[in-house]
């Protein structure tokens, strides 16, 4: 257990945990704006997209609600995660066994999860949490190649054939061979873009962020106009609070939005490369980067689900930006299609590609990083750290290409990747915290606060939050 895994500085070394001496303060790294928009690009994956359909099932008001508590409880388990970050970096540090010689400031070091289990508990820790890494980058890799694939086949037959290709419902043997391709397409541009370290993928990051809001403005725009000045015609009557009456309020057996907004709120395990990456580190620039991205992402969020599951109702797709195949302008399913709708059905159909293209190659960075701490020492010291990282950049980014060629049924992958996401948000980040804290307090003596910690940092909420993660696996099993 925790109390067990004292380790002194010698087994750090042999372990492969580096001893720091001071932080490394670099001249080169992320600045604050750009962390912010790397990590809105790390949060909004796949689970975007299924929120609305989810929000049917749930209800309006009892979905809502549901978002904004696994919101809530989501961004304090990031805030353990920093702390925790801080904690390590303290741990392994050089310096005398007392609490006037903790240094709490994080350095450049990347505390990937399972170099922190490594630390602050035991191998046997680190094992299981790269086997949960594993699934999860793995499941979430493959949800990626599936929908971007998925959406660009479905947006070239609708502009070259003037027919819809879905690949998900019987798709036609045109249809599945154009899927395969626009795969290959998408294998050969993510591979591209895993190899590069964050600081590289910087600019394209940026853009492909300022695009999200944007297709989020134009989503929501459509429906508002739609709504005020002309119903589409699956209203049940021509007035807009009537939409009101296509889902309910209430279903309180409709705790399927847990897993989706769990899909759709994880980044933990990601945060530290955003953190290592940073030119800054100071505490009020890490923990104003994670205050500001779940604010605005669980705004978002919840105007996008709450919004399109109103206006579409049981029309809803599992992907929500192909409800906009029908977009003519400024209606939906009307007679003759506008030429500003074009554009609009163009850029929303396209969103789920760009964002696919910049999520891929985060999330098979954070996957690499883990996989890098398994890399047996005499491989260490054959090869090059620059050689292996780009070769475990390619164990990450390749096999989930190869699952998404063999199975596409999104259903299953956000079923499967939502379960275990309750893992990597919830539970690993309050057992390593509890665990670093353990560590602290048996070096430093009595445990002080550290200036990255949140105000939410009292062990009872650690517990709430390990409780509320088990209320939602047991309701998400059960529904």
Not at 73 to 98: H, M, Q
Not at 177 to 187: A, C, E, H, P
Request: charged share 10%; net charge negative.
């Amino acid at each position: 257990g925790c109390a067990n895994a004292c380790l002194g500085d010698n087994q750090m070394l042999n372990a492969g945990i580096p001893l720091l001496n001071s932080p490394d303060d670099r001249d080169h790294g992320l600045s604050t704006r750009q962390a912010f928009c790397v990590t809105i690009n790390y949060v909004i994956g796949t689970g975007i997209f299924t929120l609305p359909l989810a929000f049917t099932r749930s209800g309006s008001v009892f979905g809502s609600l549901l978002l904004l508590l696994s919101a809530f409880f989501s961004y304090i388990s990031l805030t353990f995660v920093i702390e925790t970050i801080s904690r390590c970096d303290a741990l392994s540090r050089k310096g005398d066994e007392s609490e006037d010689s903790a240094d709490y400031s994080i350095s450049s070091v990347s505390w990937e999860f399972s170099r922190i289990a490594d630390l602050v508990h035991s191998v046997r820790a680190k094992q299981v949490v790269q086997l949960l890494m594993c699934l999860y980058c793995y499941g979430a890799l493959w949800s990626y190649s599936s929908v971007f694939s998925s959406s660009v086949v479905n947006l070239f037959f609708e502009s070259v054939f003037g027919e819809m290709c879905d690949i998900y419902n019987n798709p036609s043997v045109s249809c599945s061979r154009g899927y395969l391709v626009s795969l290959t397409v998408f294998g050969v541009i993510v591979v591209v873009l895993s190899l590069l370290d964050l600081e590289e993928q910087a600019t394209i990051q940026v853009a492909l962020s300022l695009y999200r809001f944007a297709a989020f403005g134009l989503m929501i725009g459509t429906i508002v106009v739609s709504i005020l000045f002309a119903p589409p015609p699956w209203f049940p009557g021509s007035q807009p609070s009537q939409a009101m009456s296509m889902i309910p309020a209430w279903n309180w057996t409709g705790y399927v939005i847990l897993p989706s907004s769990a899909v759709a709120l994880s980044m933990h395990a990601n945060f530290p490369d955003v953190v290592q990456s940073l030119k800054s580190r100071q505490p009020g620039s890490v923990k104003a980067i994670a205050s500001s991205v779940f604010i605005v992402v669980t705004t978002l969020y919840l105007m996008v689900g709450l919004i399109c599951a109103l206006f579409f109702g049981d029309r809803a797709e599992a992907l929500i930006t192909l409800n906009w195949k029908s977009y003519t302008g400024p209606s939906f399913d009307g007679e003759h299609t506008a030429v500003y709708a074009y554009i609009i059905r163009t850029m929303i159909l396209a969103f789920p590609i760009l964002d696919m293209l910049s999520v891929y190659p985060l999330v098979a960075v954070t996957l690499s990083g883990n996989l890098m701490e398994s890399v047996p020492e005499e491989v260490s010291l054959q090869y090059s750290q620059v050689r292996i990282k780009k070769s475990l950049r390619l164990v990450s980014a390749l096999p989930p290409l190869i699952f998404g060629a063999v199975a596409s049924n999104l259903e299953f992958i956000f079923k499967f990747i939502g379960f275990i996401a309750f893992f990597m948000e919830l539970f690993i980040p309050c057992f390593l915290l509890l665990c670093a804290r353990h560590r602290c307090s048996k070096r430093f003596g009595p445990l002080p606060s550290t200036p990255y910690a949140s105000l939410y940092n009292g062990n009872w909420y650690v517990y709430l939050t390990i409780s509320f993660g088990i209320v939602a696996v047991a309701l998400d099993i059960f529904d």
